[in-house]
Structures are given as C-alpha cells and as structure tokens.
C-alpha cells in the first residue's frame, strides 16, 4: 500500500501540490483524475522521485520514505511508465527490457516468460531498436520494461495518449491481469474517462493542486466523477 499524507511540491517558487493526501492498495487500480495543468504528472513525479517533494510523508508497504532519488525508490518497488514512454531509442528491445535489471538482484537477470505472454509483439521484435516501434509498442515496451522490475507499486501516466484503439483495449486487458494478481498498487493518471472508469476501483481527483474528490467505486457515482474532472 502506497499512503501519501499532506504532500507538497514546489517548482521554484511556484506551489504545484497542496497538501495531496491519497491511499492506493495492493491490488486495486487507484485512478489520479483532473483536467489538464492540475498537478497529476507532478504528483507521479514526486512519488517516483523524479522531482523531489517539497513536504509531506510518503509510506510503501508499511516503510517510510524520505525523499530518494529514483534509483532508490526503484529499488524500494516504485516502477513508473512516465509520459511519452522514454524508451531508449537506439537500444534493441532487449537491451530495453534489460535496463530493468538494476533493479534486481543477479540471480533474477532475465526476462520472464510473462513479460512475452502480456506483450507478444515485443518476442518478434526483441531485436529491433526501440526508436523503430509504433507509438503503441513503444508503449507496451515501457510497461513491460517496468514489470520487469517486480514492483509493489505501479505508476502509468497517460498510458493511452496516442495509441490506436486496438493497443488501448489490450493495455487495458493487461492493467486487469496486474491488478487480478494482487501483487502490486497501480496508480492511473488517465484523460481518457471511460477507459479510466472502467478500470478503477478507486479516485483521487485533483484541481489546481489539491484533492477535491476521493472515494471507491462504491462510493463515488459517475457523474460525480465526470463532474470533478469537467472545466
């Protein structure tokens, strides 16, 4: 279980997050909601390490973190598949999955068969270069690529921006057969609504910085939810 309490965030002297409070659990799809410019990708950031938080604590599994560099919360089990997927260009789909591997300790340096199972395009192009993929491979690529590190917690921003229909129902299948598993915490940042609504078991709605709605799927109606995240 990822647990955020009273988390801020600054870039420069400009305050983007104000106080962000949320939980997500193992095994469930915790979905970070809002429009444009609120503060979704900077929170990813701020959990992943990639733009330290300015305040507030941060609790995996029971553990407190301080403030980490990536690397280090890549080891505590913090994978992200950022915006715009990151793969490595002129690196082989291979050698992408593989950069995982500094994750790990040296006996599990090795791609498993599931990663293949979940992604099949990614087994007949192991040997073509990442920057050669379709916008959609390249981002199966970058969720395999995090899978391959066994996390507790995964983070998809914007998993579905500019892929075609066909590769979004199957990223879909495969955030369900994450979360069925119920060995990690995923957190969905994700525009597309009913592909978010769908998936979640859980909201956490933003605007300018702070949340203005929470609640399971139980709870919170639809048209709440649409609601929150409308202009």
Known sequence: MLTLDNLTLHYGHSQILHGVSMQA?????????????????????????THARSGGDM??????????????LARKGIATVPQGRDVFPLLTVTENLQTGFACL??????????IYELFPVLKKMQNRRGGDLSGGQQQQLA????????????????PTEGIQPNIIQQIGEVIRHLRSQGTMA????????????DLADRFTVLR???????????????DTVLAGVSV
């Open 25 to 49: 659990a193992q095994g469930e799809v915790t979905c970070l909601m809002g429009t444009n410019g609120v503060g979704k990708t900077s929170l990813i950031k701020a959990i992943a390490g």
């Open 208 to 222: 300018r910085g702070e949340v203005i709605l929470q609640g399971d799927k139980n709870t919170v109606t639809r």
């Open 59 to 72: 609790t995996l599994d029971g553990e407190a973190l301080p403030v980490l560099p990536p690397h280090a």
């Open 143 to 158: 969720i395999a690529r995090a899978l391959i590190t066994k996390p507790k917690l995964l983070l998809l921003d914007e």
């Open 186 to 197: 995923i957190v969905l940042v994700e525009q597309y609504f009913d592909f978010a609504y």
């Open 105 to 114: 300790p040296r006996d599990q340096h090795f791609i498993p068969d599931e």
